[in-house]
């Protein structure tokens, strides 16, 4: 019978799974708690599953095919909490009192040895013991956190003291430190445990859910975590290299709509159950930035659906294997690998090309052993219609695939992304790793007519206004100085703020750290920083560009936008499993198509928008050389119709009519002996040089004009090739096909 609970990975239901494998899952017939894991003197693995009636003990040296081998029963209850030290195990539960000690010296055949201090408290709903001392500390007891010395007996441990100044209901114990997580005042605490009964305060902060459910340190001591057990919860990093002054980090949350559990930290990595969404992994290895790494979903709930999923996670097993409690779905084996592919890629450039192709290349590296990336698709759209799909070409046996994307006619923006996929099946995205088309590259085809331009390198702000609908407005413009760690107020170690500007010495930005000004924008505040009036009356295809260095928390929590005329052009991503903060390291051109508002009006204005809550700040807005432009067609060539005799006698009298041109607009004609091609203030020509201008003036209305002139009586035998030249309004040049003109 045992063997019907027992799904292989071949059998289990598909799951949404990210970087991780699924070994085993185990149905242990009951709904799943608190899970740990024990290691046997030979090395053999073992999970402790928790569960509504007992504890269930299972061998997982073979992570695909575990076994029980054995139940302890225990009082009925959601709530049970399960820890190893040595070779026995410690329960306890809120259906009962006392800590339940379960010899492991035979793991194949483990027994409950006792019930123990029974009677020192009615209920517990967690315990955690020192690796080091071997102390237990049983919390959230109806009598405050008792502590008991199994250093002294791991069989009987004795009453050491106990901790009642707050509710604590977890805890970690390092290196003499207690983390606790004192979830209904909302805080995380730090308190030295190293001359026990003696409990001194080092220092405590309130979390940004203010119900704070866990607390794990790093096996450094320079990091901690702690989850809010509350619907749209995070988890928070904060820096504690030094005990006494606790500094906020940074947060993370899949969705706005979820519940994080526990979370343990391993490495550079985060392990946490976050219920509905299962397992979450994320990378610490930057932690004023903290990205997601792996994801397994082992919930059949989505998100929304409360306290429902993946209640416990244990990931110190020294084989790698994770094991995940899930309540509804039982008990899981499961592998984490990680992204499966990096991908590097560099930006197509804004392009006055419109015959194309436009070359791409993206380097796809394997991580895994034995891996291969056997396809990269590159997906573009234009102008905001439909994705399309072009498959890339390996460039030999190197890691670089090719192709291309087709030419486009001006004015048109061009959004692409990758996707590469490896020999297990695996995917990977490009920019950011997003899923398909949340982020894309983007350029623009078209020549750029340019109606407004500003620097602020001037006096003055020219225009330039700020103010706030809500808070403290940080907007100012002057030389940036490199001052806002991310989310950190006090943090002078990592910063997400320019140090100088793109161009000149000055640009606008939230707050840029002047001073005492720590560079970070303000919290609890709705900003805005808003261009003078830009006249487009005569523009189509307009687009504005700027210069951008921002870092703002993704949306939903904070948010900034991009706003013409009252309509909002571009808002930041959705604070997500797959979009978190914005977090630019570089000066980065930004082009946004603003025509549907701006074409056509004489008073356009610009605005940049931030909004801000209380628990998280960063650098907010940094914009240079901010510019709008009209996009035009590609340069036109050929435009100018030149007519005329194409062979002459030498000293002879040569007439030829000018037509097609610019109307009331300068014109030239110009002679060379080739057609070897030149560039005249950007313009292409065929006539090559050295070229002379015979003539010159002005066309009429109708845009023509007539050159008459001597053909010298030297020049019998001569081949010449004639061009003509107009002067467009906006300051181009167009150009004649050549004509070629023999002298006989």
């Known amino acids: 019978m045992l063997a019907t609970l027992i799904l292989s990975a071949l ?17 242990p017939g009951a709904n799943c708690n608190d899970i740990w894991g024990f290691v046997a003197p030979n090395g053999d693995e073992y999970a402790l599953v928790g569960t509504t009636s007992g504890l ?8 695909r095919n575990p076994y029980r081998t ?38 194949e055949n483990p027994f409950l040895l006792k019930t123990w201090k029974r009677n020192d408290f009615s209920n517990a709903h967690n315990i955690a013991v020192d690796e080091d001392t071997g102390m237990i500390y049983v919390c959230g007891t109806n009598r405050g956190m008792r502590i008991y010395d199994a250093s002294a007996s791991p069989t009987s441990p004795p009453y050491v003291g106990t901790y009642d100044r707050e509710y604590v209901h977890d805890l970690h114990i390092q290196d003499g430190l207690a ?33 704070t459910h866990t607390s794990w340190a790093s096996e450094d001591g320079s990091l901690c975590m702690t989850t809010d057990e509350v619907n749209g919860g995070r988890v928070a990093l904060y820096d504690i290299s030094n005990k006494t002054n606790i500094r906020y980090l940074d947060e993370w949350t899949p969705n706005t709509n979820t519940i994080p559990h526990n979370a343990f930290i391993l490495g550079d990595y985060a392990y946490i159950s976050w219920y509905t969404e299962g397992l979450i992994v994320l990378d610490l290895s930057d932690p004023n930035n903290i ?37 509804e779905e039982g008990f899981y084996i499961l592998k984490v690998e990680g992204p499966a592919i990096d991908l590097e890629h560099t930006e197509l450039s804004n392009t006055q090309d419109e015959v194309g192709p436009y070359p791409v ?62 020999s297990g099946g695996r995917n990977s995205w490009l920019p950011n790793g997003t899923a398909p088309g949340s982020l894309s590259y983007s350029f623009y085809v078209g020549v750029p007519r340019r109606l407004y331009f500003n620097d602020f390198e001037g006096s003055t702000d020219e225009g330039w206004t700020h103010g706030a609908t809500q808070g403290s407005d940080d ?35 939230n707050d840029l750290g002047t001073g005492n000004d720590d560079g970070a924008y303000n919290e609890n505040a709705s900003m805005w920083l808003q261009s003078p009036v830009i006249d487009c009356s005569n523009s189509s295809n307009t687009t504005l560009v700027f210069q951008r260095w921002a870092s703002f928390e993704g949306g939903g929590f904070d948010q900034a936008r991009i706003v013409v005329n009252g309509n909002q052009v571009w808002v930041s991503p959705q604070y997500s499993g797959e979009v978190m903060h914005i977090t630019d390291r570089v000066w980065t051109q930004m082009a946004i198509d603003i025509s549907d508002y701006a074409d056509g009006v004489a008073d356009t204005t610009v605005r940049f928008e931030m909004e801000s809550d209380a628990a998280f700040h960063m650098g907010g807005w940094g914009i240079d050389d901010i510019e709008v432009v009209a996009l035009e067609a590609g340069e036109p060539t050929d435009t100018i119709t030149l007519t005329g005799p194409t062979t002459a006698a030498a000293g002879s009298r040569v007439t030829y009519q000018i037509s097609t041109a ?51 009586a030297s020049a019998a035998g001569s081949t010449v090739y004639l061009e003509a030249v107009g002067l467009a309004p906006n300051g181009e040049l167009r150009d004649s096909p050549p004509l070629t003109l023999t002298i006989q």
């Not at 059998?11 to 799974?17: F, M």
């Not at 269930?56 to 992570?63: E, G, L, Q, S, T």
């Not at 607009?665 to 040089?689: E, K, M, Q, T």
Request: hydrophobic share 35%; net charge negative.
């Open 662 to 712: 610019p109307a009331n607009r300068p014109y030239y004609l110009a002679y060379s002996f080739n057609l070897n091609g030149s560039v005249v203030l950007g313009h292409n020509f065929d006539l090559g040089v050295p070229y002379v201008v015979a003539d010159q003036g002005r066309t009429d209305a109708q845009g023509t004009a007539t050159v008459t002139g001597g053909l010298p």
């Open 56 to 63: 269930a003990i299972y061998n997982c040296v073979d992570p």
């Open 291 to 327: 990205k997601k790494h792996a994801s397994y979903d082992t919930s059949s709930y989505g998100p929304g659906a409360g306290f429902r999923g993946a209640w416990g996670v244990y990931p110190f097993q020294p084989s790698g294997n994770i094991y995940i409690s899930d309540m």
């Open 361 to 422: 290349t993206v380097n796809a590296q394997p991580k895994f052993a034995g891996s291969t990336v056997t396809g990269v698709d590159l997906w573009y759209r234009v102008d905001k219609g439909s994705w399309q799909q072009a498959s890339l070409s390996q460039v030999g046996s190197s890691a670089d695939w090719a192709g291309s994307l087709p030419g486009q006619p001006s004015a048109s923006v061009v959004e692409y992304y990758f996707n590469a996929t490896e």
């Open 70 to 107: 054995a139940f302890i029963s225990g009082p009925s209850s959601l709530w049970r909490d399960v820890k190893a030290w040595g070779n026995y195990v410690y329960v306890v539960t809120e259906g009962g009192g006392g800590i339940q000690i379960v010899d492991m010296n035979d793991p």
């Open 179 to 211: 983390h606790l997580a004192e979830i209904y005042d909302g805080r995380y605490r730090i308190i030295d445990v190293s001359n026990l009964p003696n409990t001194p305060l080092l220092d405590r902060v309130s979390k940004p859910g203010r119900f």
């Open 475 to 509: 907007f100012e413009r002057g030389a940036p100085q490199g001052k806002a760690g991310m989310g950190n107020r006090h943090d002078t170690t990592r910063w997400y703020d320019p140090d100088e500007a793109f161009s000149g010495n000055k640009i606008w930005a």
């Open 11 to 27: 059998a289990a239901p598909a799951a949404q799974a990210d970087g991780v494998i699924l070994q085993a899952k185990v149905d």
